[in-house]
């Protein structure tokens, strides 16, 4: 198995004039990822099915276009790892993660927040449940994919470019939402910057203004990237592959690493 794998790899520039191997592996990747819809779509059954109800299937496309990932990952709490929250219907009901929005009460976009979960609920409010506890292919939520994205920006295999689409005004994530949030000064503006790349001729341009819009600080560092001094720490693509670093959220949620010239690019765009 070896020896069939290292001939691939040496014959493989042979057959596509122009391609690295970093490039090809990328193309293969890109074709098989899910379509728009189900990218970044996490499905929640630690307690569910024992309960005898479907698992809740959450789109983070949803999710995204009227929050920004810190909101829900640092101040609501969820964790960045799949099923590591445990969320259950107790918490809910007791006003935490799901719950801290979906009280019945919230009120966002001039629309109140449909209640979660209830002890004593009548028919009519588990007709509600299917909003979350649904399959994944015959989900019952309230939106629909396409009229909602509908004149989005899109990146490759028609995946949402959800940078543009703040930058265009298309969504305004919110990044406070009162008795959840922790008034926090501004951030000071960090300058954009070069990192060095081996493998390939572009170098990879960084920029904490666009991630910062999303993310703030917190939900990268400490925990994702152990330091906050440029060069402390060397990251490759292994790692970056394996789950690690920026991996942690461009290999499900956020644009797909195989979209190399999204980052190996000559300039800040």
Same mark, same amino acid.
């Given at each position: 198995?070896?020896?069939?794998?290292?001939?691939?790899?040496?014959?493989?520039?042979? @057959?596509?004039?122009?391609?690295?191997?970093?490039?090809?592996?990328?193309?293969?990747?890109?074709?098989?990822?899910?379509?728009?819809?189900?990218?970044?779509?996490?499905?929640?059954?630690?307690?569910?099915?024992?309960?005898?109800?479907?698992?809740?299937?959450?789109?983070?496309?949803?999710?995204?276009?009227?929050?920004?990932?810190? @909101?829900?990952?640092?101040? =609501?709490?969820?964790?960045?790892?799949?099923?590591?929250?445990?969320?259950?219907?107790?918490?809910?009901?007791?006003?935490?993660?799901?719950?801290?929005?979906?009280?019945?009460?919230?009120?966002?976009?001039?629309?109140?927040?449909?209640?979660?979960?209830?002890?004593?609920?009548?028919?009519?409010?588990?007709?509600?449940?299917?909003?979350?506890?649904?399959?994944?292919?015959?989900?019952?939520?309230?939106?629909?994919?396409?009229?909602?994205?509908?004149?989005?920006?899109?990146?490759?295999?028609?995946?949402?470019?959800?940078?543009?689409?703040? @930058?265009?005004?298309?969504?305004?994530?919110?990044?406070?939402?009162?008795?959840?949030?922790?008034?926090?000064?501004?951030?000071?503006?960090?300058?954009?910057?070069?990192?060095?790349?081996?493998?390939?001729?572009?170098? =990879?341009?960084?920029?904490?203004?666009?991630?910062?819009?999303?993310?703030?600080?917190?939900?990268?560092?400490? @925990?994702?990237?152990?330091?906050?001094?440029?060069?402390?720490?060397?990251?490759?693509?292994?790692?970056?592959?394996?789950?690690?670093?920026?991996?942690?959220?461009?290999?499900?949620?956020?644009?797909?690493?195989?979209?190399?010239?999204?980052?190996?690019?000559?300039?800040?765009?």
């Amino acid at each position: 198995m070896k020896r069939l794998l290292v001939s691939f790899v040496l014959v493989l520039p042979l @057959l596509i004039p122009g391609w690295t191997f970093s490039q090809f592996v990328a193309s293969q990747y890109l074709e098989n990822i899910p379509p728009p819809e189900y990218y970044g779509k996490v499905i929640l059954d630690n307690f569910s099915r024992k309960s005898g109800v479907d698992p809740v299937v959450f789109d983070h496309w949803l999710h995204r276009a009227k929050f920004t990932c810190r @909101l829900c990952h640092i101040d =609501v709490g969820f964790a960045m790892e799949a099923g590591a929250t445990m969320v259950s219907a107790a918490d809910n009901m007791s006003g935490y993660y799901c719950g801290a929005c979906h009280d019945g009460k919230m009120t966002i976009e001039d629309n109140v927040v449909f209640d979660s979960c209830a002890v004593n609920d009548t028919e009519e409010e588990r007709k509600r449940c299917g909003r979350c506890h649904s399959k994944t292919e015959t989900g019952q939520g309230e939106y629909d994919y396409e009229k909602f994205t509908a004149g989005f920006p899109l990146l490759k295999k028609n995946l949402i470019d959800w940078e543009k689409a703040e @930058l265009l005004g298309k969504v305004t994530p919110l990044d406070f939402l009162e008795s959840i949030s922790h008034e926090r000064p501004s951030l000071k503006a960090q300058r954009d910057f070069s990192i060095e790349a081996a493998a390939l001729k572009s170098n =990879v341009i960084f920029s904490h203004k666009k991630h910062t819009v999303w993310n703030g600080c917190e939900v990268c560092h400490p @925990l994702i990237f152990r330091s906050s001094k440029k060069g402390t720490v060397q990251y490759s693509m292994f790692e970056i592959m394996a789950g690690e670093y920026c991996g942690v959220c461009h290999l499900t949620v956020a644009f797909p690493v195989w979209l190399c010239a999204k980052c190996h690019r000559d300039s800040v765009q």
